[in-house]
């Protein structure tokens, strides 16, 4: 990657210097409490904060968080991860009430050397995601007016182009963080030469969602695994009933010819927890993949699959990419498929790399080692948008 990175910046001295960090601070959070629910991607960043600090950098710190529409909304506001972030620092972490105007302003104009300010969110301004480039621009100058060099290190959100992704770069000495650099070292490894056999394992809900990057991984790998909710689209590209259950019927005819072309290669669940219905308490049971009931929705995959999975998974393999958790495994009862092939790849001898998004969050929320993986990436879409050759403007405006 022809990339300056953060080893780059600290040789020439950060000591004094303001350093706005663009980080992807957006964690889930409790919709009663406000409380963080998993401070994974808070951590992630702590390589590229501690070593500025160290140095003597005053931190200035973005993000976003949620999808808020423009303007400031409670809901969306960064002050629960200032304090977690503070906490995991060891350090308060000052923080600014607006992102770029007088609250921003004086917070980090008060930074002492080595000190951490955090700004509100980006998307409380609609600067931040506008497609008119002079307002996008407009406020990238402000941003950009807060720093005096620019640390990328946002994977999950490099694939937008967006003001503090884009735009910023272009106006200030940049470089990629810890994080980013690592995270694009381990996925061009993949879209590289893998060590084989190379097994891809995909869930989550639709086919749309992962038509492209089935497209693009289709001719490379050795063994593709499809659980989740799309799953049942293939299944019934087979001919199989499939109930209730998640269906795009625009996509049957893709999966119909994906399953051709990708013949010995595509591996398909022959077993589902089929349920009465979507909830937590549902009546629910293992059914064949080729006889589910009209009147039932499939959950998660069987333990029959998971086995099947599972062996794919042990034998042999030396490379491994997981995205998408292959059921409902927010509830208890239908979390046997993902932590069953979680476990499976936790405990294969390959290099192992799990996607983001909803893998990473079940890799925590199901309490497995993260030390068993890999590599665990922070961005769900950018690392699908990666494989899949995409240009993504936050790396191609690190290389500008």
Same mark, same amino acid.
């Not at 089929?274 to 049971?285: G, Q």
């Given at each position: 990657?022809?990339?300056?990175?953060?080893?780059?910046?600290?040789?020439?001295?950060?000591?004094?210097?303001?350093?706005?960090?663009?980080?992807?601070?957006?964690?889930?959070?409790?919709?009663?409490?406000?409380?963080?629910?998993?401070?994974?991607?808070?951590?992630?960043?702590? +390589?590229?904060?501690?070593?500025?600090?160290?140095?003597?950098?005053?931190?200035?710190?973005?993000?976003?968080?949620?999808?808020?529409?423009?303007? +400031?909304?409670?809901?969306?506001?960064?002050?629960?991860?200032?304090?977690?972030?503070?906490e995991?620092?060891? #350090?308060?972490?000052?923080?600014?009430?607006?992102?770029v105007g007088e609250s921003a302003q004086a917070t980090v104009a008060a930074l002492a050397d080595g000190e951490v300010a955090l700004l509100e969110n980006l998307r409380f301004n609609k600067g931040e995601t506008s497609k008119d480039d002079a307002e996008r621009g407009a406020f990238a100058d402000q941003l950009a007016a807060l720093g005096d060099a620019y640390v990328d290190d946002a994977f999950g959100a490099v694939h937008r182009k967006h003001a503090s992704v884009y735009d910023v770069p272009a106006r200030l000495p940049h470089v990629a963080g810890r994080l980013v650099l690592r995270e694009v070292e381990v996925l061009s490894t993949l879209t590289g030469s893998p060590e084989r056999p190379y097994v891809v394992v995909l869930g989550g809900s639709k086919v749309s969602d992962k038509l492209a990057v089935i497209e693009a991984l289709l001719p490379t790998v050795d063994r593709l695994l499809i659980g989740g909710g799309m799953c049942f689209t293939f299944l019934k590209a087979q001919g199989h009933e499939v109930g209730t259950s998640l269906l795009e019927k625009d996509?049957?005819?893709?999966?119909?010819?994906?399953?051709?072309?990708?013949?010995?290669?595509?591996?398909?669940?022959?077993?589902?927890?089929?349920?009465?219905?979507? #909830? +937590?308490? #549902?009546?629910?049971?293992?059914?064949?993949?080729?006889?589910? +009931?009209?009147?039932?929705?499939?959950?998660?995959?069987?333990?029959?699959?998971?086995?099947?999975?599972?062996?794919?998974?042990?034998?042999?393999?030396?490379?491994?990419?997981?995205?998408?958790?292959?059921?409902?495994?927010?509830?208890?009862?239908?979390?046997?498929?993902?932590?069953?092939?979680?476990?499976?790849?936790?405990?294969?001898?390959?290099?192992?790399?799990?996607?983001?998004?909803?893998?990473?969050?079940?890799?925590?929320?199901?309490?497995?080692?993260?030390?068993?993986?890999?590599h665990i990436s922070t961005g769900g879409g950018a690392s699908l948008e990666y494989l899949e050759g995409k240009t993504l403007p936050g790396i191609a405006a690190l290389e500008n």
């Open positions: 990657m022809s990339i300056r990175n953060l080893d780059d910046l600290l040789a020439e001295g950060v000591s004094g210097r303001r350093v706005l960090v663009r980080a992807d601070l957006n964690v889930p959070l409790d919709k009663q409490t406000g409380a963080i629910t998993d401070d994974g991607r808070i951590r992630a960043v702590l +390589p590229t904060l501690g070593a500025l600090v160290s140095a003597g950098a005053k931190v200035v710190v973005c993000s976003h968080l949620g999808r808020p529409k423009g303007a +400031p909304d409670p809901q969306f506001s960064l002050t629960p991860v200032a304090g977690r972030l503070g995991l620092l060891g #350090a308060p972490v000052h923080f600014a009430t607006d992102t996509m049957v005819e893709t999966c119909r010819n994906l399953l051709e072309r990708g013949a010995g290669k595509i591996m398909l669940p022959v077993d589902v927890v089929a349920a009465d219905a979507f #909830a +937590p308490d #549902a009546a629910h049971d293992v059914v064949p993949a080729d006889g589910i +009931p009209s009147h039932r929705v499939g959950l998660d995959i069987g333990p029959e699959t998971v086995a099947g999975f599972a062996a794919a998974l042990r034998t042999g393999t030396r490379t491994i990419f997981w995205n998408g958790p292959m059921g409902v495994f927010e509830m208890a009862a239908f979390a046997s498929g993902t932590r069953g092939v979680a476990e499976a790849i936790a405990e294969s001898e390959a290099f192992s790399v799990v996607g983001g998004g909803d893998s990473a969050a079940a890799v925590r929320l199901l309490g497995l080692d993260e030390k068993s993986f890999g």
